[in-house]
């Protein structure tokens, strides 16, 4: 291989004149005969067992030169985009110029990788937030784990905000039942908010045993069409009304829910993980700020399709993460009323955020001379193969050494950036005046219901996928070329 040119396009592009030598050709010729010689019937020779020679006086001499010339690319184009400098991140476009018995000369144009040029990056200023932990953090959290570990106990009594009833209902709209809105035994927490607006409301201070109507009105965003906006009427019937007992919080509650002997150890052990916790929170904040500090002071033209890349990761992350939870990418788009085209535009700032973000930190990389050791990728596939419960061997069939390495360049020069910044404590944002009107907490909608089994329940909400801002996301932003068929012109033979 030859690399005649190398001429630098507009739009990120750059023109490779490459010529595949005599030796090379050659070469790739009889691998195009081994691969098509059992597909060619000549007179007086049993299926593929024809020489080459007999194959081309038969059915031309060019009859292998475009299979030859697809074979030779990849490897050509390897080798010539390598002694270039540039990386390529995004399939190249062939054009053949010349082809005889000594090769062949093509023209490759591909998209590569921009020239970054970097601002200040070392002893960057970026807020960082403290981390502190309170008394009433550690309660707070004690208030769930006995929540979780809460027993119902049946009252007899009135049944009160915050208490479980144990119900059947039947829903009518102009005295006529509808479907979906009957159930048998069904247990319901009132002031939970499962039901539409109303209807919970309606049953505090009944008794176990009373037949109630409960009158209430459906949204008009409600998720059923032909139940929108209007009046029903739920038959129902308290069979038993439950309080939530709460154990003891004591050195017994600590042993039953925790592999600690008293409930001073378990408070310890839950304020230490909150605080790990709030610091992991503050220095990836820290991180954030500080790649962005940079990002801001550098200069660079990212071409099209690295975004493109980068928005096709996202939407692939974020369908998985979706499939997890056993929905669907398409089946949430449609229940958002949106599509793939809005979606990706809602995603697009942060797609090129995230390729601005490691293009910074590569170019710091380089600048720095941070070079990963074979050890480095080792330790971090030690690192993965615990943090998942997989073998390392497992690891390593996701992650290739070279994908892993390109990683861990990013993830060193985040470190160098890291211990080279100049933390500062986060501004304090103003309070508003004493007399005006708090209307943001109440402007914020409710939602008409929340998840359950009846129609009675409102619309079923989905929590978006949580979005991926990690400089040193492991998917990386550039397409690698593969080895792509050409169409050649010069090269037509008959068959």
């Known amino acids: 291989m030859k690399l005649k040119s190398t001429e630098k396009l507009e739009n990120g592009k750059v023109c490779l004149e490459i010529q595949v030598e005599k030796p090379e050709f050659d070469d790739a010729m009889e691998k195009a005969y ?13 299926k593929g067992k024809a020489p080459r020679a ?30 270039s400098g540039y990386e390529p991140v995004d399939y190249p476009e062939v054009e053949l ?14 998209t590569v990788k921009p020239e970054v040029k970097l601002g200040k990056y070392k002893g960057v200023e970026a807020e ?40 059947d209902f039947e829903g009518f709209v102009d005295g006529v039942a509808f479907e979906g809105g009957k159930s048998e035994n069904h ?68 042993k039953d829910v925790s592999e600690f002997e008293t409930l001073d150890e378990l408070k310890k052990s839950i304020e230490k993980k909150i605080r790990e916790t709030r610091e992991k929170m503050s220095n990836d904040a820290f991180e954030a700020a500080i790649v962005k500090a940079v990002v801001s002071k550098m200069k660079v033209e990212i071409p099209e399709v690295m975004i493109e890349a980068q928005l096709d990761n996202i939407s692939n992350d974020f369908a998985q993460r979706l499939e997890m939870q056993g929905i669907p990418f398409d089946q949430y788009l449609e ?90 404590a986060p501004v304090k944002k103003t309070t508003a005046k004493k007399d005006a009107p708090a209307k943001e907490a109440s402007a914020e909608k409710k939602p008409a219901a929340k998840k359950t089994t009846s129609k009675a329940s409102g619309e079923t909400k989905t929590t978006a996928a949580k979005k991926t801002t990690t400089a040193s996301k492991s998917a990386s932003t550039a397409k690698k070329p593969a080895a792509k068929k050409t169409t050649t012109k010069k090269a037509e033979e008959k068959e």
């Open 97 to 110: 110029v010349d082809i005889n018995d000594d090769g062949f000369t093509m023209k490759t144009t591909v």
């Open 187 to 254: 247990s319901l927490k009132l002031g939970s908010n499962q039901f539409i607006p109303g209807f919970e409301a309606q049953l505090v201070d009944k008794s176990a045993g009373d037949d109630v109507d409960v009158n209430v009105t459906f949204p008009k965003e409600y998720h059923a069409e032909d139940l929108a906006g209007k009046e029903a009427v739920f038959k129902v019937k308290i069979h038993e009304v439950k309080e939530t007992e709460l154990p003891a919080l004591d050195d017994e509650f600590a």
């Open 54 to 83: 007999m194959i081309e006086r038969m059915y031309g001499a060019g009859v292998f030169t475009e299979d030859a010339i697809n074979i030779a690319y990849p490897a050509a184009f390897e080798a010539a985009i390598k002694e």
């Open 128 to 167: 960082k937030p403290a981390v502190s932990v309170t008394k009433k953090d550690v309660e707070a959290e004690l208030s769930v784990m006995l929540e979780r570990n809460a027993r119902l106990v049946t009252v007899e009594r009135p049944a009160k905000d915050g208490d479980t009833v144990l119900i």
């Open 34 to 46: 081994l691969k098509n010689k059992s597909k060619i019937s000549v007179p007086g020779f049993r």
């Open 335 to 424: 229940m958002m009323q949106s599509n793939i085209e809005d979606f990706r535009k809602n995603f697009r700032s942060q797609a090129e955020d995230q390729v601005k973000s490691r293009l910074a930190l590569e170019a710091i990389s380089k600048a720095e001379k941070i070079e990963p050791t074979d050890e480095d990728v080792e330790a971090e596939y030690t690192k993965l193969s615990e943090q998942y419960g997989m073998p390392v061997e497992r690891i390593r069939s996701f992650i290739s050494p070279d994908a892993m390495k390109s990683d861990l360049y990013t993830i060193k020069a985040l470190q160098f950036l890291r211990e080279n910044a100049v933390a500062t």
